[in-house]
C-alpha cells in the first residue's frame, strides 16, 4: 500500500467511531405500570396508536421497555430507578397513582408523562396544571375523587339498602380521600356505610362474605388497580352473594357488573401517547398542561340488574350513557 493510500486509510478508519456516534439512536420509552401486562392491553394499545399518531412506531424508530408490577406497588421504586440508570428518553406511569410517584422519586431530570387518578397537584406530582414548569406532565382521570358520585347512582338503583358495603384498598394512596368522600357522601344521604378494606385476592373474597354477615344490601367497589385487575372475581362474587353493585370503569358493566361510573381510559392513555410523541420532538413537559377528564360514562347492565331482582327507576336508566341489555 503507497504512503499516501496508508494514510488516508488510517483517517478514515479514526472517523469511524465520530461517524457512529453522529448517527440518530433509537429513542427509548420506559413504561411503568402498576399492573399486570395482561390488564394493562387496552390502554397500551391506545398509546401506542397516539404514539403512532406523531410519527413514532414500537420496533421503527422508538423501543418501548416494560416494566410491569402486577399490583405488587412495593416493585416499583426499583422498577422506576431501573429506568432512570437506563437513561431513557421518556418514563410514561399508569396503573395507579404509585407508579408516578415511584418516577417521581427516581428522577428529577428525565421527562415523565403520568395518567394518575387522583389531583395531580393535591398528590405533589406537579405544582400547577396548566403549567407544570417541571419534568412531568400527563393526564389525570380524577377517578378517585368520584366516589360520592359512584355512591349516590347505587342509592338511586337499590334505595331499599340502608347499609351499603364500601370495598377500599389501603395499599392507594388516595384511601383516605375515599373513605372520607364516601362517609360524607352516605351521610348526606342517609345511608349506613362499611368499610371493607382488602389488598389481595383472599381479601376481597373473604370480604364478600363479611358483607353478608353484616346485612349490606348493595356494594361500591372503588376506584383502584387493584380492583380492575379483578374485574371477572368481582362480578362472579356480586352475583353468588346477590348483591347490587357499582364499579368504576364501564368494562365492568360490559362483563357482567350492575352499574359503572367513571372517565374513558383509554382517552387519558391516548393523551399519554401524544404527549411522549412531542416530547421525543423536543418539546418540554412543563410546557404541557396535565390534561383533565372531559367524558364520563355511567353504564347499567339491565341484564344483571334483573338477575338481582333490582328494578332500577327509568329515571336513572335514561340517564345512562349506555345501556346493555
Given at each position: 500500500m503507497?504512503?499516501?493510500?496508508?494514510?488516508a486509510f488510517i483517517g478514515n478508519a479514526a472517523a469511524w467511531p465520530l461517524a457512529a456516534r453522529a448517527q440518530p439512536s433509537t429513542p427509548v420509552i420506559g413504561w411503568l405500570f402498576g399492573t399486570s401486562a395482561e390488564i394493562g392491553q387496552p390502554t397500551l394499545a391506545a398509546f401506542r396508536k397516539a404514539l403512532g399518531a406523531e410519527g413514532y412506531v414500537e420496533g421503527q424508530n422508538v423501543q418501548i421497555e416494560y416494566r410491569w408490577a402486577d399490583g405488587h406497588y412495593e416493585r416499583l421504586p426499583a422498577m422506576a430507578s431501573s429506568l432512570a440508570a437506563r437513561q431513557v428518553a421518556v418514563i410514561v406511569t399508569g396503573g395507579g397513582d404509585p407508579a408516578a410517584l415511584a418516577a417521581k422519586a427516581a428522577t428529577s431530570t428525565l421527562p415523565i408523562v403520568i395518567v394518575t387518578g387522583s389531583d395531580p397537584v393535591k398528590e405533589g406530582l406537579v405544582p400547577n396544571l396548566n403549567r407544570p414548569g417541571g419534568n412531568i406532565?400527563?393526564?389525570s382521570i380524577f377517578s378517585y375523587e368520584m366516589e360520592s358520585k359512584?355512591?349516590?347512582l347505587l342509592h338511586e338503583a337499590v334505595p331499599a339498602a340502608k347499609t351499603i358495603a364500601a370495598l377500599l384498598s389501603p395499599a392507594n394512596p388516595n384511601v383516605d380521600t375515599q373513605r372520607h368522600d364516601v362517609r360524607e357522601a352516605a351521610a348526606a344521604i342517609g345511608v349506613e356505610v362499611v368499610p371493607f378494606d382488602v389488598n389481595s385476592e383472599s381479601e376481597i373474597t373473604a370480604a364478600f362474605a363479611g358483607m353478608v354477615q353484616r346485612r349490606a344490601g348493595a356494594v361500591l367497589v372503588t376506584a383502584d388497580p387493584l380492583f380492575n385487575s379483578h374485574r371477572a372475581l368481582l362480578i362472579s362474587l356480586a352475583?353468588?352473594?346477590?348483591?347490587?353493585?357499582?364499579?368504576?370503569?364501564?368494562?365492568?358493566?360490559?362483563?357482567?357488573?350492575?352499574?359503572?361510573?367513571g372517565t374513558v381510559l383509554t382517552d387519558a392513555y391516548s393523551q399519554a401517547g401524544a404527549y411522549t410523541g412531542r416530547i421525543l420532538k423536543g418539546e418540554k413537559p412543563g410546557d404541557l398542561p396535565v390534561v383533565l377528564p372531559t367524558n364520563f360514562q355511567f353504564?347499567?347492565?339491565l341484564k344483571t340488574a334483573k338477575s338481582l331482582g333490582v328494578e332500577l327507576p327509568p329515571t336513572l336508566s335514561a340517564r345512562a350513557d349506555d345501556v346493555i341489555e
Amino acid at each position: 500500500m503507497r504512503r499516501r493510500e496508508f494514510i488516508a486509510f488510517i483517517g478514515n478508519a479514526a472517523a469511524w467511531p465520530l461517524a457512529a456516534r453522529a448517527q440518530p439512536s433509537t429513542p427509548v420509552i420506559g413504561w411503568l405500570f402498576g399492573t399486570s401486562a395482561e390488564i394493562g392491553q387496552p390502554t397500551l394499545a391506545a398509546f401506542r396508536k397516539a404514539l403512532g399518531a406523531e410519527g413514532y412506531v414500537e420496533g421503527q424508530n422508538v423501543q418501548i421497555e416494560y416494566r410491569w408490577a402486577d399490583g405488587h406497588y412495593e416493585r416499583l421504586p426499583a422498577m422506576a430507578s431501573s429506568l432512570a440508570a437506563r437513561q431513557v428518553a421518556v418514563i410514561v406511569t399508569g396503573g395507579g397513582d404509585p407508579a408516578a410517584l415511584a418516577a417521581k422519586a427516581a428522577t428529577s431530570t428525565l421527562p415523565i408523562v403520568i395518567v394518575t387518578g387522583s389531583d395531580p397537584v393535591k398528590e405533589g406530582l406537579v405544582p400547577n396544571l396548566n403549567r407544570p414548569g417541571g419534568n412531568i406532565t400527563g393526564a389525570s382521570i380524577f377517578s378517585y375523587e368520584m366516589e360520592s358520585k359512584r355512591l349516590g347512582l347505587l342509592h338511586e338503583a337499590v334505595p331499599a339498602a340502608k347499609t351499603i358495603a364500601a370495598l377500599l384498598s389501603p395499599a392507594n394512596p388516595n384511601v383516605d380521600t375515599q373513605r372520607h368522600d364516601v362517609r360524607e357522601a352516605a351521610a348526606a344521604i342517609g345511608v349506613e356505610v362499611v368499610p371493607f378494606d382488602v389488598n389481595s385476592e383472599s381479601e376481597i373474597t373473604a370480604a364478600f362474605a363479611g358483607m353478608v354477615q353484616r346485612r349490606a344490601g348493595a356494594v361500591l367497589v372503588t376506584a383502584d388497580p387493584l380492583f380492575n385487575s379483578h374485574r371477572a372475581l368481582l362480578i362472579s362474587l356480586a352475583a353468588q352473594y346477590r348483591l347490587p353493585a357499582i364499579y368504576e370503569f364501564r368494562q365492568f358493566a360490559v362483563e357482567g357488573g350492575m352499574m359503572s361510573y367513571g372517565t374513558v381510559l383509554t382517552d387519558a392513555y391516548s393523551q399519554a401517547g401524544a404527549y411522549t410523541g412531542r416530547i421525543l420532538k423536543g418539546e418540554k413537559p412543563g410546557d404541557l398542561p396535565v390534561v383533565l377528564p372531559t367524558n364520563f360514562q355511567f353504564a347499567i347492565n339491565l341484564k344483571t340488574a334483573k338477575s338481582l331482582g333490582v328494578e332500577l327507576p327509568p329515571t336513572l336508566s335514561a340517564r345512562a350513557d349506555d345501556v346493555i341489555e
